[in-house]
């Protein structure tokens, strides 16, 4: 351990159980120092492990609907309360498509689905940010991290109306970045993660082929969990304080690739199979 976080202060919201990015960066970040509370609805705190998680951080574990603005600030009065001051950094790990667990195609919609998406998904951001900002609840020089994915820049089969939302969750940090930034030197950025096998990603159709897909297309391969939970605590550090309104890939180079030679030779063997079938 590197004390990266000793002496500072944070919220993670989104950790549901030990599969779950948020829970990695909790354990992470208790770890290297931080003391911190932990954030969830009071469904998935009766359904999830995150008293388990808090019993083991020393966290206090306070319910919350992200949706909701008056729930939102009483995690941040809390927040500050228990923890003895302002908060130096704060993980968004939420997000949530009905339309994607009913399988509704993206040409057959359900609206009301697509609005809860948006709200839970990426709004839930911006109200995290905009209670922080009204009650000047982080210290100078913190740090918000949301995490993302390629689907916000790229068409991902399945992946559907949760696309939609992590666009419009990249622009929130830029936006709120540029005032953040120019107020009180605190920078918000997105992390894009590898597809990973979370509670919630197991619910994207298709997420087995897609993440050996990924992993074959990646030069360093997908990346973990607890990788991730090792970018964002480097993020909340001291070491990135020149690092705001950013979307940082942490995807192994997926993200940079248009053909990779396994792929290629997959391709091929693909079009042989076929030119033997047209054959017999």
Known sequence: MYNLLKGKRGIIFGALDNKSIAWKVAERAHEEGAIFTLSNTMAAIRFGQIDELGEKCGAEVIAADATSVKDIEHVFERSIEVLGGKIDFVLHSIGMSLNVRKKRLYNDLDYNFLNKTLDISAISFHKVLQVAHKKDALNKWGSVIALSYIAAQRTLYGYNDMADAKSLLESIARS??????????????????????????????????????????????????????????VMFSDLTKKVTMQNLFHDGGFSSMGMSLRAMDMYNKSLENDEINEIE
């Not at 107020?183 to 997420?207: D, F, H, L, M, Y």
């Not at 030069?219 to 607890?226: E, I, K, S, V, Y």
């Open 176 to 233: 709120f970045g540029y005032i953040y930034g120019r107020e009180s030197k605190i920078r918000i950025n997105t992390i894009s993660q590898s597809p990973t096998p979370t509670t919630a990603g197991s619910g994207v159709k298709g997420i087995d082929g897609l993440m050996d897909y990924s992993e074959r297309m990646s030069p360093l391969g997908n990346a973990t969990a607890d990788e991730c939970a090792d970018y964002c605590i």
